[in-house]
């Protein structure tokens, strides 16, 4: 196979790499006071906290206002394990980290599946309460005053009392887990939520569990804040309620913000910078002291500004500069093997069925009882006026949509109730009318995310991912555009690579939703051959819409005509073409409007 | 007292807070409906309010209802300004961008009050002294006050939205920006009028607040966590549902500090919303609205 | 001088070229039709002389000034309404709310002025009469395109353009409905109508143009049309 891309580090990895060490190193080398490393001490465990945020805002799209709490779930497992109860460090830690995630883990579940307004609140609300019972549950919590006199723990045998070393520890989780965060988005789970942030519907309907995605990487993200908070407990030996307010929340998200959300090499230097920012106003001159006490107030309108100016942060802004410079390196498309799209036709039974299926939105009945059946390895074509419920089928059969009434068969299965990412688990692959790809990812990663649908038939493991999406962009006529992120395609390409994302999945019933829609000539001419390669023989089934009656004509073997939510007639092209009350439906009826 | 009056005193209290949490839900409400985002400074549009009521009040000693009038004025201009600051250059970047931005502006109020204020909370003296006495119950004339405001604000609202053509134009933006520029419906301009209106019912609801709880920098997310859950407890964009979220939110709490414990006060809300997400999550008067674009 | 006229104009959404070169007059008192397959670029000539797509390059002039720079809202001040493909009903209104919006171009009504017109709208649509009260969402879809046809006739305009409005709908609500243009047309509004029925649509023009994949190609009167092997082409895509 050819040289993976996704395996080729960057050379500012390194040199970031070797600057983290030299940072972690720094206070060895140099006689440092305990201020700065305090101040250091501060910068890596806020830094691990704001990892978390990168994930779940910058990752996935989520907004958390809850990172401080859950900071303080680690900060007092830690306080309360060793101080309270006596445990080892270690186990109160990983206490801590435990609670921090369960909580991330319930509160995403009760509120993810009711995305942002509500999770903004409800994590906000969330934070309060935290700091409420901080305050109030003083039998526990020790309330206002804090715990003083937490341990520092010891490891394999070294005491790490000295702050440089107990700081050498905290930097080096941190350089671990910034490595971790920064593999995430090239992994199986780390696809699947920059899919959930770039169009959270298309990554359904590709198979991506999204509600789950989303509350793994709430749960990761909580506790991220756990680790950064227990360490942030033992570098300090006292904490008090303050540590973990609402504040110290719009902090970690400043901080995020600022530096970039996409990155974790984003996050640690908004960390590293909002933390340095207080220090360099003290040394401002006289007259310009009054910031010092107006800086929460700069914070909240750099907020605003950076939203404005800045939405991929200070690393967005590095990066889109060192992309200008960095040559795009050619694919290697040597070896690429063909794509296998066998279905093993056994069975005589329709793929499809749908019975009295129906549809409505309020009075409009956009689906009014359609009886159905698209027959194993064929082209079936679903036409008829805008308006008469083509596109509405087909999201009540790939699960966009609840039927009103009805049933949908798939392969003998009742799927009528199923949602669309175990529909496409099913082997449903579909494109969109209006294309629905992940904009701000490569095109290979976009059609890996299809190929990594729960049963598909491939081997395990990234490689064999990477070889199937290959292959499907090959079979588009795209390998060579594997590594462009697919916005700055052209619009012909881009169906194309949703095409390629749909079989990658390996289906055994595809639904094109006018995939001719916007292309010029050349390329529906493209388009023709390209679904008569799909026909040839592999079992495969295709239910298609399109307004083009040439290319519905060329590729199907069966056509179904809808108008205003019934079907009007079906049978071959040559049948249907000739029907009288098709040519009505679309040419009108020369006869009723005289 | 007897139980019977405690009840009736506690039921009172509750229902003159959830005046305050209503007034604010009301303009959580007609910003969603005119954007689609969730403005997380609609609580500090109260505690702005209050301030600038104690600058006139207070701080300059004009009379009290001149101060009333300029502080309503001076935030509904607020509301202005925070429009084009703060939504209108991300109007067209999706929710997340706005919902951190005004989230970015509530950083900034709080901390600019608190550098012009100080940190010491203030006070500010009921509309009209004293109160009414039935018995041993004791009805607070701010209470009072607040009870009758929202009962005018929210009549208002209801012949300003349902009866005017302004209103129904508003209505009309919220719902279909696009058809509205084709009705000749200046949309920016509706965007504006709710934020105008909605910074204007905030200040009033802190100005009201005021004498009852402290004027604090803080004051502010208090009560726009509880107004936000009102909305959602209600129905997520429901006017009607706004007004009794805010009501029941205001009881229960009041009931709940009463029995069960004061320190949780401010928990009760968000205890009551988490049950409402996990139950009925379209909350009591919101419908499962059609899923069609 | 023509009412309406579009020179070269070309628009995109986004970088997808919706219309590369498109000319067309509409004289006063006409009806015209657009003509075309799906995704030809019909819809995206009404965006563009509504305002709601600028276009890249060319000229939109009406009544005698440029208006290819104006927002939709001016647009529609000068006697332009757009009824929109999808009806585009406010759900949460009621009937009588949605006409009455229709007059948001036209400046203060007085409250007799508005009962009057929109009186005069039921008559012409009795269909929705019955439905005053109820919100726009629960009706069905022909009922919404009356409304979408009155809402869009109560901004007096000098023109009106017509997106589709026979889209869904049955064939008898059609007829229904192209009677109604037909009366609209009668008492003097000049009429551009964007239709996928092309007889129907052609047995009420004065004039139609034939677009395909965003190119003027045929023009001609209705008879013409009906002749013509690509207008046919144009409807089953080179079968027939």
């Known amino acids: 196979m050819q040289n993976s891309q996704s395996r080729r580090l960057s050379p500012w990895f390194f040199i970031l790499l070797a600057l983290g060490v030299a940072v972690a190193l720094l206070p060895y080398m140099f006689n440092v006071s305990h201020f700065v490393l305090s101040m250091f001490m501060q910068a890596t465990t806020y830094a691990i906290a704001v990892l978390g945020m990168v994930v779940v805002l910058g990752y996935t799209g989520q907004i958390n206002l809850a990172q401080a709490a859950f900071f303080g779930f680690g900060a007092y497992g830690v306080a309360l394990g060793t101080v309270s109860y006596g445990l080892s460090f270690w186990v109160a830690l990983a206490l801590g980290i435990g609670i921090a995630g369960l909580a991330g883990g319930i509160l995403g579940l009760t509120t993810l599946r ?88 298309a990554a359904e309907v590709v198979g991506v569990h999204t509600l789950r995605t989303k509350v793994i990487a709430f749960t990761m993200s909580a506790a991220l804040g756990g680790i950064g908070g227990g360490l942030y407990a033992g570098g300090f030996a006292y ?16 901080m995020v913000l600022l530096g970039g959300a996409q990155s974790p090499f984003g996050g640690a230097l908004g960390t590293t910078l909002l933390i340095l920012l207080p220090e360099w106003l003290k040394e401002m001159p006289p007259a310009l002291q009054f910031i010092k006490d107006v800086y929460l107030a700069i914070y909240g309108l750099a907020v605003i500004l950076i939203m404005v100016f800045m939405p991929e942060g200070i690393w967005g802004l590095l990066r889109n500069g060192w992309m200008k410079f960095a040559r795009a390196k ?133 490689a064999a991912l990477r070889a199937r999406a290959m292959s499907a962009l090959e079979f588009v006529g795209l390998a060579d555009k594997a590594d462009a992120i697919v916005r700055s395609l052209p619009y012909g390409h881009q169906r194309l690579v949703e095409i390629a994302r749909a079989l990658a999945g390996h289906p055994k019933l595809l639904l094109l939703d006018e995939p001719a829609a916007g292309l010029n000539q050349t390329e529906k001419m493209e388009l023709v051959e390209l679904l008569k390669k799909l026909r040839g023989g592999h079992g495969l089934t295709i239910f298609l819409i399109d307004h083009d009656m040439g290319l519905v004509e060329k590729v199907s073997d069966r056509i179904t005509v809808l108008n205003f939510g019934r079907k009007i007639a079906e049978g071959s092209p040559q049948e249907v073409l000739r029907h009288p009350d098709v040519i009505a439906a679309y040419l009108g009826d020369a006869n009723a409007a005289a | 007292m007897d139980a019977l009056a405690n009840n009736f005193q506690v039921l009172f209290q509750g229902l003159a807070l959830g005046s305050i949490y209503a007034l604010v839900a009301l303009g959580f409400v007609l910003i969603i409906r005119a954007t689609n985002v969730v403005n997380f400074a609609q609580g500090d549009f109260a505690m702005l309010g209050a301030y600038i009521m104690v600058a006139f009040l207070v701080n300059a000693g004009m009379p009290y209802w001149l101060s009333f009038a300029l502080a309503i004025v001076a935030m509904g201009v607020f509301g202005l300004l925070f429009n084009y600051g703060v939504y209108y250059p991300l109007r067209h970047r999706g929710f997340l961008p706005v919902i951190i931005s005004t989230l970015g502006a509530s950083i900034f109020l709080q901390n600019s009050v608190l550098a012009l204020f100080g940190a010491q909370p203030k006070r500010l003296d009921n509309v009209v002294a004293g109160g009414i006495q039935i018995g041993s119950v004791f009805l607070d004339s701010q209470y009072l006050v607040i009870l009758a405001v929202t009962m005018v604000m929210v009549a208002f609202q209801y012949f300003f939205f349902e009866h005017t053509m302004i209103g129904k134009k508003l209505q009309a933006t919220s719902q279909d920006k696009d058809m509205a520029r084709l009705l000749g419906i200046p949309v920016a301009l509706m965007i504006a009028i709710t934020f105008i209106y909605s910074a204007a019912l905030g200040g009033l609801a802190g100005v009201l607040v005021g004498p009852v709880l402290f004027v604090s920098i803080g004051m502010g997310s208090i009560i726009a966590l509880k107004a936000f859950a009102a909305t959602i407890i209600g129905g997520f964009g429901d006017v009607k ?43 009591f008067f919101g419908e499962k609205v059609s899923e069609k674009a | 001088m023509p009412l309406l006229e579009l020179k070269n104009v070309a ?76 009806r585009r009903i406010f759900p949460g209104l009621t009937v009588r709310e949605n006409i009455m919006l229709g007059t948001s171009n036209r400046g203060r009504l007085s409250k007799q002025q508005m009962e009057t017109e929109v009186a005069e709208m039921f008559e012409i649509f009795p269909v929705i009469k019955p439905f005053e009260n109820a919100l726009g969402w629960t009706l069905s879809g022909g009922q919404q395109q009356m409304l979408a046809v009155a809402r869009g006739l109560m901004a ?63 023009e001609g009167t209705p008879k013409e049309l009906l002749g013509n092997e690509e207008v046919r082409a144009a409807y089953l895509g080179g079968h027939g």
């Open chain 1, 114 to 201: 009711l995305g942002g307004h509500y999770l903004a609140m409800i994590t906000i609300s969330f934070q309060q309460i935290f700091d409420l019972v901080a305050v109030n549950w003083i039998e526990v919590t020790h309330g206002p005053d804090g715990i003083a006199g937490i341990p520092r723990p010891s490891f394999f045998g070294h005491e790490l009392s000295d702050d440089r070393a107990y700081l050498l520890l905290c930097s080096i989780v941190l350089i671990a887990l910034i490595i971790a965060v920064w593999y995430l988005p090239r992994t199986r789970l780390g696809r699947a939520m920059r899919g959930v942030r770039e169009n959270e519907l």
């Open chain 1, 239 to 254: 904490i008090s309620p303050d540590n973990f307010n609402f504040q110290r929340a719009v902090e970690f998200l400043s």
């Open chain 1, 330 to 462: 050619p694919v290697d498309t040597s070896g690429i093997k063909p794509l296998n799209l066998d279905i093993a036709v056994t069975e005589t039974t329709p793929l499809l069925k749908l019975e009295g299926m129906q549809k409505h939105f309020g009075g409009l009945k956009a689906v009014d009882g359609v009886d159905l059946e698209v027959r194993r390895g064929t082209v079936h074509a679903l036409i008829g006026p805008n308006g008469s419920g083509k596109t509405t089928t087909l999201n009540v059969v790939n699960g966009i949509y609840k039927p009103t009434g009805g049933r949908i068969i798939v392969d003998g299965i009742d799927v009528s109730q199923k949602s669309p990412h175990e529909r496409a688990a099913h082997g449903l692959g579909r494109t969109f009318q209006n294309i629905r790809l992940f904009p701000s990812m490569s095109a290979l990663e976009n059609v890996i995310v299809g190929a990594q649908r729960d049963n598909n038939p491939i081997e395990r493991g990234s």
């Open chain 2, 241 to 283: 549902g706004a007004i009794v979220g805010g009501l029941f939110i205001g009881v229960v709490e009041s009931f709940a500090a009463f029995y069960i414990s004061v320190p949780y006060k401010d928990a009760y809300a968000f205890l009551m919303l988490f049950l409402v997400l996990v139950f009925r999550p379209q909350g």
């Open chain 3, 11 to 86: 628009s995109y959404y986004g970088s997808v070229q919706a219309l590369k070169n498109v000319s067309l007059q509409v004289e006063q008192g006409e009806v015209v039709t657009l003509l075309g397959a799906n995704g030809a670029g019909k819809s995206s000539t009404l965006r563009t002389i509504s305002g709601l797509l600028r276009p890249a390059s060319g000229e939109v002039w009406f009544d005698g000034q440029p208006i290819h720079a104006m927002a939709p809202e001016k647009i529609v001040r000068l006697g332009i309404s757009h009824v929109p493909e999808g």
């Open chain 3, 156 to 218: 007096k305009p000098k023109l009106l353009l017509l997106d589709e409005p026979s889209l869904g709908l049955a064939p008898v609500i059609v007829q229904q409905l192209f009677a109604t243009i037909r009366v609209i047309h009668s008492r003097g509004t000049t009429i551009l109508l964007v239709e996928q029925n092309a007889n129907m649509a052609l047995s009420v023009a004065n004039r139609g143009y034939v677009l395909e994949t965003g190119e003027m190609k045929v």
